[in-house]
């Protein structure tokens, strides 16, 4: 991959996790709006150390940046590390469009949604994982956990149960 490549994604207004915008921003199609996304995204550019830009339009949020070598994937995880865990998320999500298969990505993301309780997402994710990479132990157990959030203990303790069968000593 080109490491000077540009990295362009459309994403509906309505995915945008409004909850992290400032109250008085939250209603979609106001220039509050448009202003608070074009902010949120200008610190995301700030962090990679890369040039973006952003239009929002009344149905789509249209994000282009160039990337100097920057893992985007690795700043959302890092969010996620130091408990920015709803904006590592939205981060992350935005990134599957880009990244579909990318097993780091949607184990991170996975387990965040799982944290945030949005359990649904979360199983579905770490589906994903799991029949990406069957033997990932770690998206085992990372299902097992959301899988036993949900109340579903029987499916909880099959994933689990068949990671200390395939890795008892992991």
Not at 68 to 97: F, H, K, N, S, Y
């Amino acid at each position: 991959m080109n490491p000077n490549s540009m990295d362009v994604f459309a994403l509906p207004v309505s995915a945008f996790d409004v909850s992290l915008l400032p109250e008085s921003a939250r209603s979609a199609g106001t220039k509050e709006f448009r202003d608070a996304v074009a902010a949120f995204f200008e610190s995301w550019f700030r962090e990679l150390g890369v040039n973006g830009q952003v239009v929002t339009t009344p149905e789509t949020i249209h994000v282009t940046w160039a990337r100097p070598g920057a893992d985007p994937i690795e700043t959302g995880i890092e969010m996620l590390r130091r408990g920015q865990v709803r904006e590592g998320c939205q981060r992350l999500d935005l990134l599957r469009a880009r990244f579909p298969d990318s097993v780091k990505l949607l184990l991170n993301l996975g387990m965040g949604w799982s944290d945030l309780g949005q359990l649904d997402r979360a199983i579905d994710v770490l589906r994903r994982v799991v029949a990406l990479d069957p033997l990932n132990h770690r998206g085992r157990i990372a299902l097992g956990v959301a899988l036993g959030r949900q109340g579903d203990v029987a499916k909880a303790l099959a994933e689990l149960t068949r990671v200390v069968h395939e890795a008892p000593d992991d």
